[in-house]
């Protein structure tokens, strides 16, 4: 089992639309959990990041944690034609290890 | 937010000649960057570990003769793709992780090599 999985997508979603991106992971150790924006040939951009359980804001993007399912969640209100791209969930123990844990990332396309 | 430049974006080459791309935290400082490799569609392979001062760690199965990793101090790392092939054609991105304030891991822009 991987530790970490994401549906790779395709994702396709009108303008507008909330989207909902997930990782779920199987290491309960992990505390510290990343998303990032890539667009094509790039390289990623960091979202959000965030440690523990709970929610946090940031403009249209919210992400959320759920340690006690091991699942987090990218939510992107009003989605914008801008919004189109891969996005990558990552996660590690620690705030200061080497270690990261990427998923595959999730491919969506916001249809004007 | 903290940035990490990479240099160059992208770069051709003949067959047999060596690259080198360079990694920049330009605002915190990075005793370890990584240096990772992506194929078209797919998700970042981490290829090694460098760190300020010493030798790098290389996963398995990447070629430390081939990938020379250099960080020299602690706001640059060098990657070296030594004796280039067109199989080695691919998007390299570099990170590195602001330890010393939130921990929050940040990537270059990705440096793309075409090996003619």
């Known amino acids: 089992q991987k530790e970490v999985e994401q549906d790779p997508g395709p994702l396709s979603v009108p303008e507008g639309a909330i989207v909902s991106l997930n990782c779920t992971y199987s290491n309960s150790a992990f505390q510290y959990f990343m998303w990032y924006r890539q667009y094509s040939r790039k390289g990623p951009e960091l979202l959000m990041y965030?440690?523990?359980?709970g929610n946090k804001e940031d403009g249209r993007f919210t992400a959320q944690v759920d340690k006690s399912s091991k699942y987090i969640s990218l939510f992107i209100r009003d989605s914008q034609p801008s919004d189109s791209a891969t996005y990558l969930c990552?996660?590690?123990?620690?705030?200061?290890?080497?270690?990261?844990?990427f998923g595959t990332g999730t491919s969506l396309t916001v249809i004007p | 937010g903290a940035v990490v430049s990479q240099h160059p974006s992208w770069v051709i080459c003949k067959s047999g000649t060596s690259v080198k791309i360079e990694c920049r935290s330009l605002?915190?400082?990075?005793?370890?960057m990584f240096w990772y490799r992506q194929f078209p569609k797919q998700s970042l392979m981490l290829m090694a570990t460098?760190?300020?001062?010493?030798?790098?760690?290389?996963e398995q199965g990447v070629e430390k003769d081939k990938f020379l990793i250099n960080h020299a101090s602690l706001t640059l790392s060098t990657l070296t793709v030594t004796s280039a092939h067109p199989e080695d054609s691919s998007f390299y991105i570099c990170?590195?992780?602001?330890?010393?304030?939130?921990?929050?891991?940040?990537f270059g822009e990705g440096s793309r090599l075409t090996v003619l």
């Open positions: 460098s760190n300020e001062g010493s030798k790098a760690t290389y």
């Open positions: 605002d915190f400082q990075a005793t370890t």
């Open positions: 990170s590195a992780r602001d330890f010393l304030n939130t921990g929050e891991l940040f």
């Open positions: 965030t440690y523990s359980s």
């Open positions: 990552a996660m590690s123990q620690s705030n200061t290890g080497n270690q990261f844990y």
